[in-house]
């Protein structure tokens, strides 16, 4: 199954977002009478009949099929520090993605070795991650935040871990998340949270979790938080 996204989509006709109309023209060679099926990234699934298609535009005749009123019954966070290397960040998005995170948030901190994100070239892998995985809803993005920031403007209801390094003690995440809670999970740069980032985020409510006895680069710790997570509610 292929999927296309676009945001605006409501039944009848519709003119297919640009991209989307080349790659169905140019790369897929979808023509008059084929039949696409599309989503719109906020729960909502629909097929069309393709009434016009060329270079410049793709007409449709849109029927929606079904909407999801919530995306799974909980809500997923990952506050992550963006990687030196943005091909690691970018796959963080990706696969984070696919599995089934709601919100992603940027995090600016102590160790962050890289201060700056283009939110346009992310947010087209997102799209691109929700179409590879069927999916309907398309996570949030957002703005790179000096980490307190994002820490104080987290949920409030929700259940908010820091993934952390160094105490034997701490609880692994896989015990301290329950199926169907809504949650914010954060992890560091490659150089970890400072001491001061760890007192603040416990002065916010943020409990400690650990992801096991390894040292995990940042962003297989990312995937490894938000799979343990979706897991739990599969
Ligand atoms: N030198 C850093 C330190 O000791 O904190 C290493 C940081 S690690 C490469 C990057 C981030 O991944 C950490 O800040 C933490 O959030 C997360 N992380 C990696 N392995 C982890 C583990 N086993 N348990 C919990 N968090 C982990």
Redesign the pocket.
């Known amino acids: 199954m292929q999927l296309f996204y676009d945001p605006d989509l409501k039944s009848g006709i519709h003119a297919l977002r640009d991209e989307e109309a080349r790659h169905a023209f140019q790369v897929l060679r979808k023509r008059v009478g084929d039949v696409l099926d599309l989503v719109d990234g906020r729960g909502g699934w629909f097929s069309a009949e393709v009434k016009a298609i060329s270079k410049r535009e793709c007409l449709l005749d849109v029927t929606e099929l079904r909407r999801e009123v919530s995306r799974a019954g909980h809500r997923t966070t990952l506050l992550v ?1 963006p990687t030196k290397n943005i091909d690691r960040f970018e796959w963080i998005l990706e696969k984070a993605t696919e599995i089934g995170v709601d919100r992603i948030q940027p995090i600016l901190t102590h ?1 962050s070795e890289r201060k700056r994100i283009r939110l346009d070239r992310l947010n087209r892998i997102l799209e691109s991650a929700m179409k590879q995985s069927l999916r309907a809803w398309l996570p949030e993005l957002g703005e790179l935040l000096p980490l307190q920031q994002a820490l104080e403007e987290t949920h409030l209801n929700d259940l908010r871990l ?5 105490e034997k003690e ?1 609880p692994l ?1 896989r015990n301290n998340y329950q199926r169907g809670d809504n949650v914010s999970i ?8 400072s001491p001061e980032e760890a007192a603040l985020a416990q002065s916010l409510d943020y409990g ?11 962003e ?3 995937i ?2 938000v799979h343990t997570i979706e897991q739990l509610n599969w």
């Open positions: 520090a160790h820091l993934a952390y390094l160094g701490t995440l954060a992890v560091g740069p490659e150089g970890g949270f400690f979790v650990s992801l096991g006895p390894n040292r995990l680069r940042t297989t710790a990312a490894a938080a």
